[in-house]
């Protein structure tokens, strides 16, 4: 990494943090006063564009986007692959409102996570995943039912460009219950914006947004056949843009 580029990077650390301080303290004066969209609007969307314009300006990262006429009309469950925070601030800002799955711990951060807690976030405990599972099911079929878009990162975790986690059913559990489809979303953030370290490089993002995937059925089988297609749909299309030598997707053994 060039000293230019070392420079460039703590700039963007600095300004990014201070916008985050200011926004969200800004925001739990004012939010509480806001419908929930409009509370979105000005907590999530406007302050993530605002980071991604840094992410642009300072560390020459940009986006292209494919496939932006599958987006249905109507809200339903998001499942895309985990590479980094840029994907984060990119889909927080391109579908709105959304709500995410989270770590409780994260909603006690002063002032950050006070102004999560304002965005009806699916905020769970890790420790207990069965009450995780019943939760993001709640929770999330009455976001679906507000019209909220419910994004979930079936792998979990952020992983290593190159690589797919295990894909979690919670995601294709929720989509079956409520009645909606998945949109499968791929993208190559981590080849920029790695998971590990502080270290970015400059490039042009692809996000891949595929057909919605509705299931065929109900149930167990019907719940695992979606999972697999979604997973199988977005490993091949991170095949697709180079970011995975072989598209093997890794869901779950569907069950007997």
């Given at each position: 990494m060039s000293t230019l580029m070392a420079i460039r990077i703590a700039v963007f650390?600095?300004?990014?943090g201070l916008s985050a301080l200011i926004w969200c303290s800004l925001g739990f004066f004012v939010c509480p006063f806001l419908s929930f969209p409009a509370r979105y609007r000005f907590i999530n969307v406007y302050?993530?564009?605002f980071a991604l314009l840094l992410t642009r300006v300072f560390l020459g990262i940009r986006v292209r986007v494919t496939g932006a006429e599958h987006v249905p009309a109507i809200p339903c469950v998001i499942l895309s692959n985990h590479q980094s925070t840029w994907e984060t601030f990119f889909l927080s800002a391109y579908f709105q409102p959304l709500s995410q799955v989270l770590?409780?711990?994260l909603l006690y951060v002063p002032f950050f996570g006070w102004a999560m807690a304002m965005l009806r976030p699916i905020a769970i405990n890790r420790d207990n995943p069965k009450e995780a599972l019943?939760?993001?099911a709640t929770e999330g079929d009455k976001l679906l039912k507000d019209n909220v878009w419910v994004l979930i990162f079936p792998e979990g975790t952020r992983v290593p460009y190159?690589?797919?986690g295990?894909?979690?059913?919670?995601g294709a559990a929720l989509a079956?219950?409520?009645n909606r489809p998945v949109l499968p979303i791929a993208h190559n953030a981590g080849k920029f914006w790695p998971k590990d370290g502080w270290g970015k490089r400059s490039g042009t993002i692809d996000v891949m947004i595929g057909a919605p995937l509705f299931a065929e059925g109900t149930g167990p089988r019907a719940i695992a056949e979606l999972n697999d297609r979604a997973c199988a749909w977005i490993a091949q299309a991170q095949h697709q843009?180079?970011?995975?030598?072989?598209?093997?997707p890794t869901a779950a053994p569907t069950p007997e």
């Amino acid at each position: 990494m060039s000293t230019l580029m070392a420079i460039r990077i703590a700039v963007f650390y600095v300004l990014l943090g201070l916008s985050a301080l200011i926004w969200c303290s800004l925001g739990f004066f004012v939010c509480p006063f806001l419908s929930f969209p409009a509370r979105y609007r000005f907590i999530n969307v406007y302050w993530c564009r605002f980071a991604l314009l840094l992410t642009r300006v300072f560390l020459g990262i940009r986006v292209r986007v494919t496939g932006a006429e599958h987006v249905p009309a109507i809200p339903c469950v998001i499942l895309s692959n985990h590479q980094s925070t840029w994907e984060t601030f990119f889909l927080s800002a391109y579908f709105q409102p959304l709500s995410q799955v989270l770590k409780k711990e994260l909603l006690y951060v002063p002032f950050f996570g006070w102004a999560m807690a304002m965005l009806r976030p699916i905020a769970i405990n890790r420790d207990n995943p069965k009450e995780a599972l019943r939760q993001v099911a709640t929770e999330g079929d009455k976001l679906l039912k507000d019209n909220v878009w419910v994004l979930i990162f079936p792998e979990g975790t952020r992983v290593p460009y190159g690589t797919m986690g295990k894909f979690t059913r919670s995601g294709a559990a929720l989509a079956v219950n409520a009645n909606r489809p998945v949109l499968p979303i791929a993208h190559n953030a981590g080849k920029f914006w790695p998971k590990d370290g502080w270290g970015k490089r400059s490039g042009t993002i692809d996000v891949m947004i595929g057909a919605p995937l509705f299931a065929e059925g109900t149930g167990p089988r019907a719940i695992a056949e979606l999972n697999d297609r979604a997973c199988a749909w977005i490993a091949q299309a991170q095949h697709q843009m180079g970011a995975l030598q072989e598209a093997k997707p890794t869901a779950a053994p569907t069950p007997e």
